[in-house]
């Protein structure tokens, strides 16, 4: 090969005319490959002088001691976010105590999707972390084609197969909701994270829960989506007061997005909570910081972490079987309602 570069698994699938995926089944023995392309793959193999990666790392433990904390999002929203700076401490100090290497991927583009794929299919890590699951990704559904221990922070829907570590978001947001109504406030509109994800539906189905319990009709023209940043939680606010301007209370499926309602409804002169009452959800360092200081339910997000490595550290490790964990929330009340 030009400048002897050693072949990789890209290498080999071009050869034998297959995906990599296809490649990683025969490396791994699946029987997931029919018998022309396992020898196709197989004679790319040898022709190539192909080595897998987890072969000349882990010729003992056929182990990397790494897992990969995959999150699809970008570089500035991984930074503004305190979900995500929380989360990787729970992670990294859980992988500490065992001793594994954690590597971050983000995965923004089909090239790093492509890059993620090949790690994989190399086995360059022992297990996935996956984080901001949304129904439609193909990552988890590839992770559990390819045989590799994979944990989600949350899950896709409630019939969820693999491993996750989640909130109880139905439940928190419901009792965020309940506070509102026994405090008086009739008109409660909701800021909703994606409904493409699990915590988006499941956090505008506690809205509706509360509503329900209370027998007081849900107004679904109450109802904005936002994607759980404090841009978004802007805009929502405005439609919503737009359309609804006797609305006096939001629950906001984020602190971020509180934090945008809170700016916006300053813009339009109400007063929190005089006026409109307000509530997050997170309980992350900024509802202690904002004007007034925010109502909102508080998630175990470096808990979150920490449980998930546990978890993949003990099916990668010791061959546990996959766990299913959901974390309590509780409402922390504040002066924003």
Do not use: C
């Not at 329900?212 to 439609?239: K, N, Q």
């Not at 002169?269 to 307000?278: E, L, N, S, W």
């Amino acid at each position: 090969m030009a400048g002897n570069r050693r072949p990789t698994i890209k290498t080999v699938a071009a050869r034998a005319g297959v995906g990599r995926t296809t490649v990683s089944r025969v490396v791994n023995g699946s029987d997931l490959v029919s018998a022309d392309a396992r020898s196709r793959v197989l004679a790319a193999i040898k022709e190539l002088n192909y080595v897998p990666n987890s072969v000349a790392r882990g010729l003992v433990t056929n182990r990397t001691n790494a897992v990969a904390l995959v999150i699809p999002e970008s570089e500035s929203r991984l930074g503004s976010e305190p979900f995500f700076a929380a989360l990787i401490r729970g992670v990294s100090g859980a992988l500490a105590e065992s001793r594994t290497q954690l590597q971050l991927m983000l995965v923004r583009d089909q090239a790093e999707r492509d890059q993620l794929t090949e790690s994989v299919a190399a086995r360059r890590v022992d297990g996935v972390l996956l984080v901001s699951v949304h129904a439609e990704d193909r990552l988890p559904g590839m992770l559990e084609e390819m045989g590799l221990p994979t944990v989600l922070a949350g899950r896709r829907d409630a019939g969820e197969q693999l491993s996750y570590v989640n909130s109880d978001n139905a439940s928190g947001a419901a009792a965020a909701v309940r506070h509102l109504l026994h405090s008086g406030r009739t008109r409660i509109a909701t800021i909703t994270g994606p409904q493409d994800m699990d915590v988006g539906r499941s956090r505008l189905a506690g809205w509706r829960t509360a509503h329900h319990e209370a027998g007081v009709p849900a107004d679904e023209l109450l109802v904005e989506t936002g994607d759980f940043t404090e841009e978004s939680g802007g805009r929502a606010m405005r439609s919503l007061l737009e359309r609804a301007p006797d609305l006096d209370a939001v629950f906001a499926a984020s602190d971020l997005m509180a934090v945008g309602a809170l700016a916006e409804l300053r813009r339009w002169k109400r007063q929190v909570p005089g006026d409109v009452a307000v509530v997050g959800f997170e309980d992350s360092v900024l509802a202690r910081h904002t004007d007034p200081p925010l109502t909102t339910v508080r998630q175990p997000v470096e808990e979150l972490g920490r449980t998930m490595a546990r978890i993949l550290t003990d099916i990668t490790q010791h061959g546990a079987p996959r766990q299913q964990i959901t974390l309590p929330t509780e409402l922390v009340v504040r002066e924003s309602s």
